[in-house]
């Protein structure tokens, strides 16, 4: 007799608890999983994914620009929002799909309803039935911030931007960070008027200040608005359907088609029943968990955004392999979260890992910075004034470089390989034994002196 139904019942079917569920049932689990919406999570459904794929469809507009002065006589050329749109859903279902098919291939039970915790080792399932489980992982993610002020409800947020009917026309993106800067590049490449509205006077507040200004700076050339140091205040929805947005900095209202909320994700706990269990959240409402991901209920569990450590997809994969791989795999290990590498998918994109100059002064006291500011080749013959800016921040008295901040294009794609670098502690001479790959942006990270 089996003292529970299931050895293993996750909640959530995002990139970690789709990865502790398949993993866990490798290693032997009987595992289930709930999920009320639909699997793959934020990162296939609602962020990642489709955001990457509208950042390629952005992209058009400067590549087809770019390509006359490459000789190639473009027609004018269209964009319908729908066709993009539609074709990105579609990819999403696929995706959906494969990971499905993921579970049910490692055969876990996937149950499609809510599930809330009602004691340690028990869910209670939207339709009544209880069921048992020896572990529950909490996987249940996070969910866009929604600032609480007069009209605030006429504003969406990065969940809706995909099912969006029309490009608006004017847009007003509130947030400095992550998905305001994304959003920002693929609304105004799609012909949006495009204005960010930030609480404070800097963006991407945690990357490198130099890399954040050129971002600002060719944004602002592009035709982006700022709005800095300006608080909101009330929107007012107007007779013809636009929105009327008073802000707190004493300039006149702005008024835009579309408001996008990108203030930030919490974790996503109200309602799940973690008290009964005792499970203790932090102010902000993540799951408190130890360096093997348990809570303070020790047959509970939490990986991934529910516990607000590092908000990025990898980093709840590498959670739930971590979960496991620990728990049911007998090959204990603990996730690193020295050197991440991350990302913004701006136009142009910003790619970095390790420390920041600032951080590293803060740190090491003694610290070197040698930077390779260009206007990259194709730029140069596209005629378009954009530099790219790479930047190594070595430590003064090892030479280890300990940080790699890249602005420019396909940066994200050339930071990946040079973060293996910046994580194997290499040394600034090092990097420049390498014989430069000419001619590429990525030869620069060879080339600073
Ligand atoms: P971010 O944390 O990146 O940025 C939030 C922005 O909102 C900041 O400018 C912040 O200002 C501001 N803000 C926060 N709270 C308030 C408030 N109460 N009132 C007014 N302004 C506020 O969040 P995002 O929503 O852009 O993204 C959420 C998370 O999703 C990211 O942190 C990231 O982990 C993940 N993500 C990752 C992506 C990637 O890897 N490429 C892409 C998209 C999202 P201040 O700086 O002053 O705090």
């Given at each position: 007799m089996k003292q529970y139904d299931y050895d293993l019942f996750v909640i959530g079917g995002g990139s970690g608890g789709v990865r502790a569920a398949r993993v866990s049932a490798a290693h032997g689990a009987r595992v289930a999983l709930a999920e009320?919406?639909?699997?793959?999570g934020t990162c296939v459904i609602r962020g990642c994914v489709p955001k990457k794929l509208l950042v390629y469809g952005a992209h058009f507009a400067e590549d087809l620009a770019d390509a006359r002065r490459f000789g190639w006589n473009v027609p004018r050329c269209d964009f319908d929002w729908a066709v993009l749109r539609d074709n990105v859903l579609d990819e999403v279902a696929r995706i959906e799909g494969v990971y499905q098919g993921i579970l049910d291939n490692n055969k876990v039970e996937t149950i499609k309803q809510r599930a809330v915790v009602t004691g340690p080792n028990e869910v209670e399932l939207a339709d009544g039935r209880r069921v048992t489980a020896g572990k529950i992982l909490v996987a249940v993610g996070a969910w866009p911030f929604i600032p609480d002020f007069?009209?605030?409800?006429?504003g969406v947020t990065s969940n809706e931007v995909f099912h969006l009917e029309n490009v608006p026309k004017r847009l007003v993106i509130a947030g400095g960070g992550y998905i305001a800067n994304e959003f920002a590049g693929i609304f105004h490449h799609f012909g949006s008027e495009v204005t960010i509205v930030n609480r404070g006077d800097r963006i991407l507040r945690h990357y490198d200040a130099q890399i954040r200004d050129r971002l600002l700076q060719i944004s602002i050339m592009a035709g982006i608005n700022f709005r800095f140091n300006a608080p909101f205040q009330r929107v007012e929805k107007q007779g013809d359907g636009s929105l009327l947005i008073h802000l707190g900095d004493g300039s006149p209202p702005v008024e835009a088609d579309c408001l996008i909320y990108a203030l930030g994700r919490v974790p996503k706990t109200p309602g799940l029943g973690l008290e009964t269990a005792g499970v203790e959240l932090s102010r902000g409402g993540a799951v408190i968990v130890n360096a093997d991901n348990?809570?303070?209920?020790?047959?509970i569990y939490a990986i991934g955004d529910v516990t607000d450590r590092v908000q990025l997809t990898p980093v709840a994969i590498r959670e739930g392999q971590a979960f496991a791989d620990t728990i049911f795999g007998d090959k204990p290990h603990r996730v690193d979260y020295e050197n991440i590498p991350s990302a913004v998918f701006s136009h142009p994109p910003i790619g970095g890992v390790g420390m920041t100059e600032s951080e590293a002064r803060n740190k090491l006291g003694s610290v070197k910075c040698y930077t390779s500011d260009f206007r990259p080749m194709k730029n140069v013959l596209a005629n378009r004034n954009e530099r790219a800016l790479y930047k190594l921040v070595v430590n003064?008295?090892?030479?280890?470089?300990?940080g790699l901040h890249m602005i420019g294009p396909d940066a994200p794609e050339i930071l990946q390989a040079a973060a293996i670098a910046v994580k194997a502690g290499l040394n600034k001479s090092q990097f420049d034994d390498v014989v430069a790959l000419h001619p590429t942006m990525a030869e620069e990270l060879v080339l600073m002196r």
């Open positions: 009320d919406h639909r699997v793959g007069e009209g605030a409800g006429h348990q809570s303070t209920c020790p047959s003064g008295e090892t030479e280890q470089v300990v």
